[in-house]
Nanobody, 122 residues
């Protein structure tokens, strides 16, 4: 069983930065891809970024490319999402999840965190 806990969300002005963290428990973290997703009010959950199990491969949604950076520290069982140049449209609940495959869709992410709120004011 794996548990994921996000932290680092909050309220920030447009143009500001936040760093989200996702701490994992269990033994499968280091062999799984780690993804970040977000869901804004009234919208479907969408892919944000993903990183391979060893950190060699990353992929980003077009909407965040060049502004967000995903990373991971397998020794600490933690993944990070550095978010720069934030925009009001980045406002959402952000979720981390792990998957045995490197994917940009909800499947087959089989463990999810509870989410952390990010609010960007204009």
């Amino acid at each position: 069983q794996v548990q994921l806990v996000e932290s680092g969300g909050g309220l920030v002005q447009a143009g500001g930065s936040l760093r989200l963290s996702c701490a994992a428990s269990g033994n499968t973290f280091s062999t799984y891809a780690m993804g970040w997703f977000r869901q804004a009010p009234g919208k479907e959950r969408e892919f944000v970024a993903v990183i391979s199990w060893n950190g060699d491969i990353t992929s980003y949604a077009d909407s965040v490319k060049g502004r967000f950076t995903i990373s991971r520290d397998n020794a600490k069982k933690t993944s990070y999402l550095q978010m720069n140049s934030l925009k009001p449209e980045d406002t959402a609940v952000y979720y981390c999840a792990i998957s045995p495959l490197l994917r940009t869709t909800d499947w087959p992410y089989n463990y999810w965190g509870q989410g952390t709120q990010v609010t960007v004011s204009s």
